[in-house]
C-alpha cells in the first residue's frame, strides 16, 4: 500500500507535459527602443513547426492604420546588407542587397525613399541601431518602447517573410521572370492587433493578408487561402502594454 500511495503522488507532482516527453517552451528576451521616453509594448512570439530564419518586421500605427514608427526590424533588412550576399570570392561574404519582396507592406508604410528612389533600408540610409537586430532564431519576447507615451488606441503590426517557403500555389517558376519573386516565395505575412491603453491584457496578433509576392508596391491582399506552410512559422503572437 506504501509503494502504491508513493506512486500516486509522484504522478499528481510531475507536470502532465513532462510525462508526455514536452518541454516548456524557451522564449529568448531582447529590448528595443529602451531609452525612449515612451509606453512599454512586449510582444510574444512563440515559433510554429514551420518557422525556419524568417525577416521580421513590428510598427506601431494609430487606430485607423496609419503609420507612426517602426518598433523593430531584422537587421539584415534595416540595414540593407546581408551576410549571404556573394559567392565571388568561392564562399559566402556580407554584402549589400536590396530584397523588396521580403517586407514590402513595411517598407511602403514607413514610406521612406532611398537613394534608388524605392522604399527598403540602404547602408548609407539604415533603420536606427535601437530599432533593429539580429533576428531571433527561437521564441522570443520583445520589449519594444514607444517614443512617445501612447494614449487612446493603436494597431501593432508584425509582417515576416520566410525564403523558399514554396507551396502548390506558390511554386518557383509560378512568375519565372521576376527574380525578386524567387526571393519570397509565399508572399510575407501581415498580422495585426487593436490595443488600448485603457486596457492591459494580453492581445492576440491574427493574420490580416499577405504583401505583394515581389514587392513592387505597398498593397495588402486580405485572401489568405493560397498560403499554407506561411501560416504555421507562427505558432502564437501577443502584445500587451506594461
Not at 510525462?19 to 515559433?47: C, R, W
Not at 546581408?82 to 530584397?99: A, K, V, Y
Request: aromatic share 12%; net charge neutral.
Amino acid at each position: 500500500m506504501k509503494k502504491v500511495c508513493i506512486i500516486s503522488i509522484l504522478f499528481l507532482i510531475i507536470p502532465v507535459g513532462l510525462l508526455a516527453g514536452n518541454k516548456p517552451e524557451h522564449f529568448d528576451v531582447f529590448s528595443y527602443g529602451i531609452n525612449n521616453q515612451g509606453t512599454m509594448i512586449e510582444l510574444k512570439f512563440e515559433k510554429g513547426k514551420e518557422h525556419n530564419h524568417p525577416l521580421f518586421a513590428v510598427w506601431l500605427a494609430d487606430e485607423h492604420g496609419k503609420f507612426i514608427q517602426t518598433l523593430y526590424v531584422s537587421k539584415s533588412i534595416g540595414k540593407g546588407i546581408f551576410e549571404h550576399s556573394s559567392r565571388s570570392t568561392g564562399h559566402w561574404q556580407p554584402g549589400e542587397i536590396q530584397r523588396p519582396a521580403a517586407l514590402p507592406y513595411w517598407v511602403h508604410q514607413r514610406g521612406v525613399v532611398n537613394e534608388y528612389g524605392t522604399y527598403n533600408p540602404t547602408s548609407k540610409q539604415p533603420v536606427v541601431d535601437a530599432y533593429s537586430g539580429a533576428t531571433p532564431q527561437a521564441s522570443f519576447i520583445l520589449y519594444l518602447k514607444t517614443e512617445k507615451t501612447l494614449s487612446g488606441k493603436y494597431k501593432i503590426f508584425l509582417e515576416l517573410n520566410q525564403s523558399w517557403d514554396w507551396n502548390e500555389y506558390w511554386y518557383n517558376n509560378k512568375f519565372s521572370d521576376d527574380k525578386e519573386y524567387k526571393t519570397s516565395s509565399q508572399p510575407a505575412l501581415v498580422y495585426e492587433a487593436d490595443i488600448n491603453t485603457e486596457k492591459l491584457s494580453e492581445v492576440e496578433m491574427k493574420p490580416a493578408g499577405h504583401s505583394h509576392y515581389s514587392g513592387k508596391d505597398g498593397s495588402l491582399d486580405t485572401d489568405l487561402t493560397t498560403l499554407t506552410t506561411a501560416l504555421k512559422i507562427a505558432r502564437s503572437i501577443t502584445v500587451k502594454l506594461k
